[in-house]
């Protein structure tokens, strides 16, 4: 059974604005570049980058079709845990009525959407929240917010949270049982043309060349 969370949709579809947002943000090791940018003005004092090489297990996942999701990613970690702001700065920046508004939005500047050139759907954990983007509204309305101690979700689903266990939480037999102190990024590298955002996939080599290059 899948579980419930709360939807976390922005008030109109952001595929083209996604696209339109790429156009002015380099590809390349300037995606980084904004991430440590983000992490910075969220006042955090680590950024840590991994390349995640693995394929996950599909089973136990809150959707079978999230199945796609379950490879090669980049994650992005840092100290500092979201604030309901943050989470309201997100919606805000895929509202085109918010278009000259970025800098007064927190801290989730609109460089954060430079990630979209790798990937079709971020997911990311926070604190006691995990949540997934889905701007093509392929299996959730833009996205969901999940309360995953509240409702122990690592524990019923294992194939979701696996992706997310680095290697300090890794002797936990259910590592997010508790809020992380912190915050994970997930970005799965896309891995098809399907995306309405970018034609371009993106394979784990080519991340290792911008980390050289960063």
């Known amino acids: 059974m899948e579980p ?22 380099p590809d390349g090791s300037q995606v980084l570049r904004e991430i440590l940018q983000n992490s910075d003005d969220a006042k955090s004092t680590e950024q840590i980058f991994i390349l995640d090489h693995n394929t996950y297990s599909s089973n136990k996942l809150f959707k079978s079709e999230l199945q796609r999701f379950q490879g090669p990613a980049l994650l992005a970690i840092n100290s500092e845990i979201f604030e309901e702001r943050d989470f309201d700065s997100l919606l805000k920046l895929s509202d085109s009525e918010k278009h000259d508004q970025f800098d007064k939005i927190g801290v989730m500047g609109v460089g954060f959407n430079s990630i979209y050139h790798i990937t079709d759907s971020p997911s990311f954990i926070t604190g006691d929240k995990y949540v997934i ?16 101690v509240a409702d122990n979700l690592a524990k019923r689903y294992p194939g979701q949270f696996a992706p997310f266990i680095i290697p300090s939480e890794e002797s936990s037999s259910n590592p997010f049982k508790t809020p992380f102190n912190g915050t994970i990024f997930r970005y799965p590298l896309r891995d098809n043309d399907e995306s309405d955002i970018s034609k371009k ?3 784990p080599q080519e991340i290792l060349d911008m980390f050289h290059k960063f």
Do not use: Q, V
């Open 133 to 148: 983007l889905d701007p093509h509204e392929w299996y959730y309305k833009g996205g969901k917010k999940f309360n995953f």
């Open 4 to 25: 419930e969370g709360a939807d976390f949709r922005p008030s109109e579809p952001y595929t083209r604005r996604l696209r339109r947002i790429l156009e002015e943000y």
């Open 201 to 203: 996939i993106y394979k």
